[in-house]
């Protein structure tokens, strides 16, 4: 059993990776700028280091999952002091405390970092191809990934960088920052225009296989390496497809779909090489897109089933969203 730390562990990803390391034994505590009833959980802010650093010592953790972001493109932008706060001095904090206590760190990317590379994304790409991030989120993230390298470098801390690519399912809410599926989703159901930008081509994976993969990394860890996380290649879909698909399983009017253009400042095509993940961890998921989708509509239909035409207005005004999902 090891004893470990969740940081944004009350977010969507890291609820789930939270449920998944306890159900296999670990002693597992989360932090995150929200509350909780959960007795092993502790309020606290990434960006304030004195915060951690009490956490830090008076628990003596063997392994770190930092999960903790101001996750999404359009978030970053819209709150980018929040977003670099969080990204990067909240990671330097976590990496400062670690080279003093010397526990093992999961660190998360995203596959952000890639930009606007056409190809299939192996976790080499950036050391044969120049890449230019294509928005703040992406730039911290990786250098992120570049603050990780630098640490272990100088003070050999032990790291494993992750980049997960499309992680969806239950218990992620709607919001207008979220992903491409919890807005087509929640704007289906509740009778809403969905703006399609066509041309854009990703990969998606449900989140009980992204979070299996996660927890085996204890298992497995090797200090250095980077993975990528994501379903397999043959789902990758285009996101007319998947509005569409949306429309079907939920029943909403075709009538619904606006489609545009391109969207600025995003990449058009994220298909990713997991065969590392596969390799090293595991990794194998098993609910394609289709079936996800259906076990995912289900939640959000229990979650919004009293939402009125009003209050879901409110769900349209720009607000900070703190919370840890890379």
């Given amino acids: 059993m090891n004893r470990i730390l969740v940081t944004g562990g009350r977010g969507f990803i890291g609820t789930r990776l939270t449920h998944e390391l306890r159900s296999r034994g670990h002693d597992v505590w989360t932090c995150d700028l929200l509350a909780g009833d959960d007795p092993q959980h502790v309020r606290a802010d990434v960006t304030a280091y004195e915060q951690l650093d009490g956490l830090v010592r008076r628990s003596h953790f063997d392994y770190v ?4 972001a101001e996750y999404g493109r359009q978030n970053g932008e819209d709150h980018y002091a929040n977003l670099w706060r969080t990204l990067a001095i909240g990671t330097k904090h976590l990496l400062c405390l670690q080279e003093r206590h010397r526990y093992r760190m999961v660190y998360f990317s995203s596959a952000e970092v890639y930009g606007d590379y056409d190809g299939v994304m192996t976790e080499d790409v950036m050391e044969r191809v120049p890449i230019r991030q294509m928005n703040d989120y992406a730039i911290a993230k990786w250098a992120g990934e570049q603050q990780c390298l630098n640490s272990a470098d100088k003070f050999g801390t032990e790291i494993v960088r992750v980049r997960p690519v499309g992680c969806y399912g239950p218990g992620e809410p709607y919001h207008p920052h979220r992903g491409v599926i919890p807005v087509f989703v929640y704007r ?5 225009s969905l703006t399609v930008h066509q041309g854009h081509t990703r990969v998606f994976d449900y989140v009980d296989d992204t979070c299996r993969t996660f927890a085996n990394i204890v298992d497995g860890f090797k200090p250095g390496e980077v993975y990528n996380v994501a379903g397999p290649q043959e789902w990758a879909i285009g996101t007319a497809p998947l509005a569409e698909l949306v429309v079907e399983l939920t029943g909403a009017s075709p009538g619904l779909l606006e489609y545009q253009q391109q969207e600025a400042f995003t990449t058009r095509i994220k298909i990713v090489d997991s ?16 079936d996800g989708l259906v076990r995912y509509i289900a ?5 919004y089933r009293a939402t009125s035409a009003v209050e879901g207005d409110l769900f349209d005004g720009t607000v900070a969203n703190r919370e840890g999902q890379p």
């Fill in 275 to 290: 065969s590392k993940a596969e390799r090293d961890l595991g990794h194998a998921p098993t609910v394609d897109l289709r």
């Fill in 188 to 192: 289906a159901l509740t009778d809403r």
């Fill in 299 to 303: 939640w959000m239909r229990r979650r």
């Fill in 65 to 68: 999952y930092h999960l903790a």
